[in-house]
């Protein structure tokens, strides 16, 4: 399973120099995906697409594996990043939308309507696609039910933060099987063409990968400046060389004293 930006659980939570205090404190485990390989997408589960028409999970693949990537459309953050790293990966890898994929942009907060997505989805046409892709570019909204019955199966976590009007979630994409089978996640941001043609292939044969251990790429950072939450790449790409640089130091050390022995 790709790991995207870092290792293990990655959250960036910090103050700002001279603030009297910390903003709250972000737990990474809650926020994290908990992966689910094998689990079933609830295909009766109904969402409103970006022209207000009523249409299941399950009808969307038509035979093809489906890209989830589940975010919000009015996100600050990093949903709009997600989306544009899934396209730019996407279009040199020659993954023909219809023949190839469905794409399933789930807005996982029940408050937007079709006027959003909509709107969202003419943004991102008219940056990454043409009018072939357009019928198979899924951009939906729903109740709160029904997101739930997605994001549940799915292992996506979130919380509605009510300081800040914003959701904290985690980052990534979901690849599905056409029988609605979870196959694979790709997590963080930044995706290779290769890793998005593995998963999506990989999805289309009906593969299902094993759970990896989590990497947490937050949407939702706390500035005690601004009084808001903004992502810290740079902190998290600094843990994860702290990690790695530690991982290594610790092998050396354990193949010297073997030889020692």
């Known amino acids: 399973m790709k790991r995207l930006l870092g290792l293990g659980v990655l959250v960036a939570v910090g103050c700002a120099p001279g603030a009297a205090r910390c903003g709250p404190v972000l737990d990474p485990a809650l926020y994290s995906y908990q992966e689910q390989p094998g689990a079933q997408v ?23 594996p489906l890209i989830l990537v589940l975010g919000y459309f009015h996100c600050s953050s990093l949903c709009g990043t997600v989306r544009a790293s899934l396209f730019r990966a996407l279009a040199p890898t020659g993954l023909k939308p219809g023949r190839d994929y469905a794409l399933a942009v789930l807005s996982i907060d029940p408050t937007e309507t079709s006027t959003q997505a909509r709107e969202a989805k003419a943004a991102d046409l008219s940056a990454f696609g043409s009018l072939d892709v357009e019928r198979y570019w899924h951009y939906l ?113 354990l193949l010297y004293r073997r030889e020692r022995i």
């Open 42 to 64: 609830p295909a009766q589960s109904v969402f409103r697409d970006s022209d207000g028409r009523a249409m299941r999970l399950g009808e969307l693949s038509q035979g093809t």
């Open 141 to 253: 909204t729903s109740s709160a039910e029904e997101i739930e019955s997605v994001t549940h199966a799915v292992g996506f976590r979130d919380r509605f933060d009510q300081r800040t009007q914003q959701f904290i979630h985690p980052a990534g994409i979901i690849f599905v099987t056409p029988d609605g089978i979870v196959s694979n996640y790709l997590l963080g941001v930044g995706y290779t063409p290769a890793a998005v043609r593995s998963a999506v292939e990989r999805a289309g044969a009906g593969s299902v990968a094993v759970a990896g251990s989590p990497l947490l790429l937050i949407c939702f950072h706390f500035d005690p400046a601004t009084g808001r939450y903004s992502l810290e790449i740079l902190k998290v790409l600094r843990l994860a060389g702290i990690l790695t640089i530690f991982t290594l130091a610790t092998v050396l050390y």
